[in-house]
């Protein structure tokens, strides 16, 4: 590493996020790090190309498991969650599939949170279970009940935090703490904070998982996982869960994007929180709103929590409206800034359904046992100017 790059990983979060891993002089002084767009490499001689595959020597073989534009990224984001070693892969999906592939055998028990985004619950609740693995449901706002459903077989507990789509914030230190007790490995979706605002690895977790479609890439333009924890952990998941078992890798492009995303996502991250902090004000004090959850309004259940946590809360909100799901849709519906879509995290706000849009995997008797009502909207507040994204929300709801 010469003096640049070691000065860079003590630095600031924005810092590393715009510098680190990447000296221009390595590159013919592009001030940009190069896209690799290439599958294979070439052995300088056939014993070397031998012994790289044996392990014996480092470099790229092919590009199912490395890249070295994907390399840069997973350096910078290892460093930005504070974990050893990170990994880049097609979608959050991928990130999710490719990790528990890895980690879980028939016979294993995993304990997920209640709430997680409708394809995670699939996942587990749908996927696994078809294969000999057992999954419990908790409510890990409540640490106290984890103890009731961990037992000898947990390999993981699994979370989001807060949570998609009702935001539900779960203590990581506690729950980390009472899965540690049993052995269990801790994984946390930090789709929804990113290391901006919330590190889970130095809470007790073992490894954090983003969707990089969202915050990460933060413009609306690709799909990307990525995963990020202990060396021994997220090279096992590299080396059979990726390369093996889902064949899932990232884009060198995407890589691309989601480095660029990453330059601009504390100065994004601090403007989504503070235009979702002031729609949820004005959501707060309008007569037809109801179970109104953002984490920055001192009237959120857990608002004390979330501020112990993160450092602000973020740009997702959800609410209900007098009327229901109607009421809900006719809102939708009136909007003219704001866009119906799913996803979040980009510059534009979006707008969706989740009963009947990310969260039509669960049943609706799932969904009201786990508090996603039916008429429950959530809104990913974008970088608009904030006054145009208010006015929208305000003639969206006082419209007949
Ligand atoms: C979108 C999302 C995912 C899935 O990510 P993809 O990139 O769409 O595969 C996982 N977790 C959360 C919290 C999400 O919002």
Request: hydrophobic share 40%; proline share 5%; aromatic share 6%.
């Amino acid at each position: 590493m010469n003096s640049r790059k070691r000065r860079n990983a003590e630095q600031g979060f924005a810092t590393r996020a715009i510098h680190l891993g990447y000296d221009p002089s390595d590159e013919h002084g592009a001030l940009t790090p190069p896209i690799f767009m290439t599958s294979t490499y070439a052995f300088e001689s056939a014993e070397a190309g031998s012994e790289m595959f044996r392990g014996e020597r480092p470099g790229y073989v092919y590009g199912r498991t490395r890249n070295p534009t994907q390399s840069l990224l997973e350096e910078r984001l290892a460093s930005l969650e504070g974990g050893e070693r990170g990994l880049a892969v097609a979608s959050g999906m991928a990130a999710i599939g490719s990790t528990f592939f890895t980690l879980l055998n028939a016979g294993d028990e995993v304990v997920i949170d209640h709430t997680l985004y409708g394809n995670s619950f699939a996942f587990f609740t749908k996927g696994l279970t078809r294969f000999g693995v057992t999954i419990r449901l908790a409510d890990l706002t409540d640490p106290a009940s984890l103890p009731r459903v961990l037992t000898g077989r947990t390999k993981v507990v699994y979370f989001e935090t807060p949570a998609n789509p009702n935001l539900r914030v779960i203590d990581i230190a506690q729950v980390s703490m009472a899965a540690q007790a049993v052995s269990a490995l801790v994984v946390v979706d930090n789709t929804f904070a990113t290391p901006a605002l919330q590190q889970p690895l130095k809470l007790g977790a073992d490894l954090v998982l983003h969707s990089a479609t969202k915050y990460l890439g933060g413009h609306g333009d690709l799909l990307g996982g990525i995963v990020v924890g202990r060396a021994e952990l997220v090279d096992r998941i590299r080396g059979h869960g990726l390369r093996v078992l889902t064949g899932a890798p990232l884009s060198p492009l995407n890589a691309f994007l989601i480095l660029r995303g990453l330059k601009t996502l504390e100065l994004r991250i601090e403007r989504h929180s503070e235009a979702a902090q002031q729609v949820a004000e004005l959501l707060a004090d309008h007569p037809r709103v109801r179970n109104l959850s953002y984490p920055g309004l001192p009237s959120f259940p857990q608002h004390a929590l979330a501020r112990r946590q993160m450092r602000r809360f973020g740009g997702l909100i959800s609410f209900e409206l007098d009327g229901g799901i109607a009421a809900g849709m006719a809102f939708m519906n009136r909007l003219e800034l704001i866009t119906r879509a799913v996803s979040l995290g980009d510059t534009e706000s979006l707008v969706q359904h989740p009963a009947s849009m990310t969260h039509a995997t669960y049943s609706p008797e799932e969904r009201a046992a786990h508090g996603i009502g039916d008429g429950l909207l959530r809104m990913s507040i974008g970088l608009e100017s904030i006054e145009d994204i208010l006015a929208d929300v305000a003639q969206a709801l006082d419209r007949p």
